[in-house]
């Protein structure tokens, strides 16, 4: 039992001292502050609020899985976050046709695909970094339209950029 108390007592000083978080980043005590700035949108397909949610998406999951504190100034902030939404594309992936003169090819498979091309700022500890991150998600064309799924898939696809960017700059993989 006491091995336990010693053990809990260890994680907690761990991870409020700053160094460390149970999400897995470690950031180094001096950089208190981190900034966002909105991710423009320079893809040819605009979808009105995926920059919204890129922006305040990692603004979140920067303060909830470290020991940073936000700041709106980028010239006052340890680390800086720039982003620019690069494609927004949908394209078939799975095509079918029937047989002779009056058949037509269609997608069963579509694939909706975000790029994102983002710039890392550590002023504290002079790393910086520029990346292009993408990723997508495919959905059966022939049961559901693109206006149907696209909220849902847009979600799914932003978390899991999110996550790369997050683990880029925190974790380190």
């Known amino acids: 039992m006491k091995q ?8 907690f000083l761990l991870s409020s001292c700053g160094i460390y978080k149970f999400s897995g980043a470690s950031v180094s005590p001096e950089v208190k502050t981190v900034a966002v700035s909105q991710f423009e949108n320079n893809a040819r397909l605009v979808v009105p609020n995926l920059s919204q949610k890129l922006t305040e998406g990692l603004k979140t999951q920067v303060i909830n899985g470290t020991s940073l504190s936000y700041v709106r100034d980028p010239a006052i902030a340890d680390i ?3 982003g620019t939404i690069t494609d927004y594309t949908v ?6 046709g029937g047989v002779g003169q009056n058949s037509q090819t269609t997608s069963e498979q579509t694939r909706l695909t975000i790029s994102i091309n983002v710039k890392f700022t550590n002023v504290k500890e ?12 495919d959905f059966d064309n022939a049961r559901q339209s693109l206006q149907q799924v696209e909220q849902s898939l847009d979600d799914d696809i932003n978390k899991r950029l999110l996550q790369k960017i997050f683990n880029k700059a925190f974790v380190d993989w």
């Open 4 to 11: 336990h108390v010693l053990l809990v007592t260890f994680l």
């Open 80 to 82: 800086i976050f720039e």
């Open 91 to 96: 394209q078939p992936v799975a095509i079918t």
């Open 126 to 137: 002079n790393k910086n970094w520029e990346s292009t991150f993408s990723d997508y998600s």
